[in-house]
């Protein structure tokens, strides 16, 4: 049962320990990094807020390739990890409204795996607010656990309750808030990843 799941605060420590490295395959490090010189050449301050930044690793990996990041998230646990293990990194407490955060300056906007635990109708009205503060020509960049069926569906993820997007449903949503698709990737499940994943690059109108 979902109220049974135990939290990102709860096994914050686990999850650092389950993930010491940020990326777990080469196609994901890659999508990061393709986005952060989407960032870089786009004129605009290379700012970046790292949505649901969890422990801060991919963060880290993006501070280290030049870009200021201010990491968001709504787990008191992960942040503490992401202070410890990344003491450099701007990290805050807060969700993917942003609620606070000045975003007219920010050149991306990242969200790996951490949009799949808003439900749906809240990622569309977040993306459409991104979209009305962010300046235009930024990067947005948001990955999740991927649906071969057409739409959105809530899975039993380990932790708390999450929703798989088909990567159509995904990238109608972006459109339709006001950015327009760049790239895509898809890379199917396989021995460690359940479902497909998506990541999915846009740039605000
Ligand atoms: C699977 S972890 C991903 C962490 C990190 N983005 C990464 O790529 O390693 C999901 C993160 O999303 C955060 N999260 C959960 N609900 C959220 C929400 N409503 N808004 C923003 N982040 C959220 C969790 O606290 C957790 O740190």
Redesign the pocket.
Known sequence: MIADRPG?DALAEK?AET?PE?FQTAIERRAVDAFADLVQASGLEPGVV??????G??AAHLARRGLSVHG????TG?LAVARREHPELTVTE????LTGVDLSKVGGV?????????PPDEVRAVLVDWSARLPTGAVVLV?AQAADEPGVHEFDHA??RAWRWHPDALGAAVVAAGFDELWRTVSRADADHRFPDVHLVARCR
């Open positions: 990102y999850y993930f940020p790292d949505v649901g930044c969890g422990t690793g991919v968001v998230d709504p787990s992960m807060g969700d993917a409204r990242i969200a790996r795996h951490s949009l799949i635990h808003v990955s932790v708390t």
